[in-house]
């Protein structure tokens, strides 16, 4: 069965880095798009950034526009989320979520399979 961990969360103060990975286990498909998704406490699930392994990007929020990057390793099926440069809001639980095909799916419904979330806190 398909199984996706994250991990790379953590504390860090504004202005600061992070990677977050999302290892992904048991999946069967050649070609498989992941997205990963954010939840601000008191607040709805929003995507952040999407890649398939067939080319497709999809950027769901400007405010990650020139901070955040994905990107991903298909000989270990892991999938990275760069952040930089954060700021206080970009707190959330970060998931990654996974979809057979081609397509980034626009809503987080399109995805089928998905992490437990890493929590991201940042704060002076």
């Known amino acids: 069965q398909t199984h996706l961990q994250e991990s790379g969360g953590g504390l860090v103060q504004p202005g600061g880095s992070l990677r977050l990975a999302c290892a992904v286990s048991g999946i069967t498909y050649e070609y498989y798009a992941i997205g990963w998704f954010r939840q601000a406490p008191g607040k709805e699930r929003e995507g952040v950034l999407c890649?398939?392994?067939?080319?497709?990007?999809?950027e769901y929020v400007d405010s990650v526009k020139g901070r955040f990057a994905i990107s991903r390793d298909d000989s270990t099926n892991t999938v990275y989320l760069q952040m930089n440069s954060l700021k206080p809001e970009d707190t959330a639980v970060y998931y990654c979520?996974?979809?057979?095909?081609?397509?980034?799916?626009?809503?987080?419904?399109?995805?089928?399979?998905w992490g437990q979330g890493t929590h991201v806190t940042v704060s002076s």
């Open positions: 979520a996974a979809e057979p095909g081609h397509v980034c799916y626009y809503s987080s419904e399109g995805f089928r399979y």
């Open positions: 890649l398939s392994n067939s080319g497709d990007r999809l």
